[in-house]
Nanobody
Framework: QVQLVESGGGLVQAGDSLRLSCAAS????????MGWFRQVPGNEREFVGV????????VYADSVKGRFTISRDNDKNTVYLQMNKLKPEEPAVYYC????????????????????WGQGTQVTVSS
């Protein structure tokens, strides 16, 4: 069982940066690939990016490539989402999720591949 708690959301202006954190409980954090998703009411949960259990591999949605960066600290059981140059169309609830996967490939980009989810943190972008 893994419990995830996101933090760092808030209100920013378009073009600003924000860093989200996701703290995980349990001793097996390093056995999980960690993904970030976002969701706007009425829409499906959208893939943002994922980092492998070792931290060596990442995959990003085309819409955020070059602007968002995922990193992790396995000693602190924490994964981060650094978001730069935020756009007005990107406000959403951002979720982190854990997928029991220790491979460097086949990283999940759909929500049903993930086993555990945090409660989400709201990001609001003003134009």
């Amino acid at each position: 069982q893994v419990q995830l708690v996101e933090s760092g959301g808030g209100l920013v202006q378009a073009g600003d940066s924000l860093r989200l954190s996701c703290a995980a409980s349990g001793r097996t954090f390093s056995s999980y690939a960690m993904g970030w998703f976002r969701q706007v009411p009425g829409n499906e949960r959208e893939f943002v990016g994922v980092i492998s259990s070792s931290g060596k591999s990442t995959v990003y949605a085309d819409s955020v490539k070059g602007r968002f960066t995922i990193s992790r600290d396995n000693d602190k059981n924490t994964v981060y989402l650094q978001m730069n140059k935020l756009k007005p169309e990107e406000p959403a609830v951002y979720y982190c999720a854990a997928d029991r996967n220790t491979l460097e490939y086949g990283l999940g980009d759909v929500h049903y591949e993930y086993d555990y989810w945090g409660q989400g943190t709201q990001v609001t972008v003003s134009s």
